[in-house]
């Protein structure tokens, strides 16, 4: 299994940034559930979205209502649409998919929301 995470970078407080995360060797919507951890300077990973091999969706409470997970089936996707982002927003974003019994992780990518 290979993740690769992709579309971090700088922005502006108040902007928006959508992060692509393109899986091999695995179907990501066979997987029992996949989405976004994120680690902030000095902090622990934490997860901050998720989404069900059925499309259910959930979210940790300091993204609910500003950050979107989806699934794009035809790519072999999961997606993050980031919104009203803030500086405690930045952080590395990695990844995951839950297969065989274990998370299998992407590489990170760096979100930086400068005030």
């Known amino acids: 299994v290979q993740l690769q995470a992709s579309g971090g970078g700088l922005v502006q407080a108040g902007g928006s940034l959508r992060l692509s995360c393109a899986a091999s060797r695995t179907t990501l919507r066979a997987n029992m559930v996949s989405g976004w951890y994120r680690q902030a300077p000095g902090k622990q990973r934490g997860l901050i979205a998720r989404?069900?091999?059925?499309?259910?969706?959930g979210y940790a409470d300091s993204v609910k209502g500003r950050f979107t997970i989806s699934r794009d089936n035809a790519k072999n996707t999961i997606d993050l649409q980031m919104n009203s982002l803030n500086p405690d927003d930045t952080a590395v974003y990695y990844c995951?998919?839950?297969?065989?019994?274990?998370?299998?992780w992407g590489q990170g990518t760096l979100v930086t929301v400068s005030s």
């Open positions: 995951y998919t839950f297969k065989d019994g274990r998370n299998f």
């Open positions: 989404i069900t091999s059925d499309g259910s969706t």
